[in-house]
T-cell receptor
Framework: EADIYQTPRYLVIGTGKKITLECSQT?????MYWYQQDPGMELHLIHY???????EKGDLSSESTVSRIRTEHFPLTLESARPSHTSQYLC??????????FGNGTRLTVT | QKEVEQNSGPLSVPEGAIASLNCTYS??????FFWYRQYSGKSPELIMS????GDKEDGRFTAQLNKASQYVSLLIRDSQPSDSATYLC????????????FGKGTKLSVKP
């Protein structure tokens, strides 16, 4: 049973549109993450948060932004989508120094 | 030097055999080690965690940790075609702000 939820599951959108990928968790985890993963390729950390009002950039530079106004919610926003943003976006959460729990992911296609 | 290294594979084993997946990491003082399984098009799922030297068994899976050699492995006994997936090693490295560092993953194929 999923305790971390991502919506939408799939999204096809045109170039230049603003999009927000939603991620919510019900486990009370302090830390939340966004990863980007192309098919068959490795995970890249693009954003993470230690808790409310905390956001940090990850290892891979990304044009997306995130916010953490509530513990359970960590949305990712792209102000102007481009074809280069086509990828799978995975949200995860954890307690400090504990394993990550991943959501089902959002597969984004920008045409 | 990559901080968490895995052989990308593919590793192909016959059904019923033991699959051995290996991972090395750069930081000698790392404390937490995890194995994730990722089916194609799906998100990673945690299958094993190990924190101290030695073996940890869970069903058909055994994780082995050797901190002196900076080496962690995953053995899958009686491999099944349903075990075919990419296996990701993840390590909590010093200086990573408490974030897990993932290897690139080893693709395992179990042939019937």
């Amino acid at each position: 049973e999923a305790d971390i939820y991502q919506t939408p599951r799939y999204l096809v959108i045109g170039t230049g549109k603003k999009i927000t990928l939603e991620c919510s968790q019900t486990m009370g985890h302090d830390k939340m993450y966004w990863y980007q993963q192309d098919p068959g390729m490795e995970l890249h950390l693009i954003h993470y948060s230690y808790g409310v009002n905390s956001t940090e950039k990850g290892d891979l530079s990304s044009e997306s932004t995130v916010s953490r106004i509530r513990t359970e919610h960590f949305p990712l926003t792209l102000e102007s989508a481009r074809p280069s943003h086509t990828s799978q976006y995975l949200c995860a959460s954890s307690r400090y120094n504990s394993p990550l729990h991943f959501g089902n992911g959002t597969r984004l296609t920008v045409t | 030097q990559k901080e968490v290294e895995q052989n990308s594979g593919p590793l192909s084993v016959p059904e019923g055999a033991i699959a051995s997946l290996n991972c090395t990491y750069s930081d000698r003082v790392s404390q937490s080690f995890f194995w994730y399984r990722q089916y194609s098009g799906k998100s990673p799922e945690l299958i094993m965690s190990i924190y101290s030297n030695g073996d940890k068994e869970d069903g058909r899976f055994t994780a082995q940790l050797n901190k002196a050699s900076q080496y962690v492995s995953l053995l899958i006994r009686d491999s099944q075609p349903s075990d075919s997936a990419t296996y990701l090693c993840a390590v909590n490295l010093r200086g990573s702000q408490g974030n897990l560092i993932f290897g690139k993953g080893t693709k395992l194929s179990v042939k019937p």
